[in-house]
């Protein structure tokens, strides 16, 4: 199996890219959703994560109801995500598929898997602002917030996997240089 990415950009046009990725998932993430979660953290503590891995509708419609009169930033802060969505996994899928070519890595038959599996955070995030969105404008309900906590968890599992991976194989690697 072949990692994402390899067999159409050249090790040049990888770097270039992964620059760019970089770059920008910190600019949005930086400039437009940290910025926005501290607004909605100043009226409830834990942001928006709180409802990603509220799990049940009480606890969802108890942070909806303490962020009334916020609901234009929650959804910028949301639509603002959809971008960061197609950013941020691509940047861990590239850079764990570069990692999978390294000279010296000693887990690449792994980061082929993991690299395609960090670009699933894109559709479960996708999902968790579509589940979001609805929440904020009619209410939550349990099936919503169930949803909600899946695909928040899952996605957290992917992006997490993979840094853990760049950051084991990548010591490992320039370890065995």
């Known amino acids: ?28 993430f930086f400039g ?27 606890q969802a419609t108890d942070l909806l109801a303490a962020w009334r009169g916020l609901e234009e930033e929650l959804r910028s802060q ?22 999978v070519e390294a000279r010296g890595n000693p887990l690449p038959t792994i980061g082929v898997f993991i690299a395609w599996f960090a670009l699933a955070a894109m559709p479960l995030d996708a999902l968790e602002n579509l589940a979001t969105l609805r929440m904020i404008d009619h ?10 906590t899946f695909c928040a968890t899952i996605k957290f599992a992917a992006a997490f996997t993979a840094a853990g991976y760049l950051l084991v194989a990548g010591t490992a690697t320039l370890v065995q240089r």
């Open 139 to 148: 209410g939550a309900s349990e099936s919503l917030a169930s949803w909600l």
């Open 1 to 28: 199996m072949t990692p994402p990415f390899v067999a159409f950009l050249t090790w040049p046009q990888r770097w270039l890219l992964l620059a760019v990725l970089v770059v920008l998932s910190a600019v949005l």
């Open 78 to 99: 949301t639509r603002w995500d959809f971008l960061f969505l197609l950013v941020y996994p691509t940047a861990l899928s590239l850079a764990c598929a570069m990692l």
């Open 32 to 58: 437009h959703i940290a910025r926005l979660d501290e607004l909605i953290q100043a009226k409830r503590e834990g942001g928006i994560l709180a409802l990603q891995f509220a799990g049940s509708v009480a």
